[in-house]
Nanobody, 124 residues
């Protein structure tokens, strides 16, 4: 059974930084693409960033490009999302997800396992 647990969320002022972590258990992350999604109140869940199994390929939503960075430490079975220059519109519950394929995906349907999410709140 794959289990993904996000951490690192909280409250930050606009312009600040935060790093989210996603610890995986039950299956090594090294062979699979992974991603981050978010869901703001009253909105559908949306793609944020994705990374291939090796970390060699990454993709970002236009809204976070240049501010967020996805990375992974396969030896520690952990996925990260470094978020800089945060804006109030980044406020959302952030979810990590794991695929059953090696490449990244920007769609929810491309992922088989999901964490419970961590709340990120950016105050203006």
């Amino acid at each position: 059974q794959v289990r993904l647990v996000e951490s690192g969320g909280g409250l930050v002022q606009a312009g600040g930084s935060m790093r989210l972590s996603c610890a995986a258990s039950g299956r090594t992350v090294s062979g699979y693409g992974m991603g981050w999604f978010r869901q703001a109140p009253g909105k559908e869940r949306e793609f944020v960033a994705a990374i291939s199994k090796s970390g060699g390929s990454t993709y970002y939503a236009d809204s976070v490009k240049g501010r967020f960075a996805i990375s992974r430490n396969n030896a520690e079975n952990t996925l990260y999302l470094q978020m800089n220059d945060l804006k109030p519109e980044d406020t959302a519950v952030y979810y990590c997800a794991q695929r059953s394929y090696s490449g990244p995906s920007i769609t929810e349907r491309g992922y088989d396992y999901w964490g419970q999410g961590t709340q990120v709140t950016v105050s203006s």
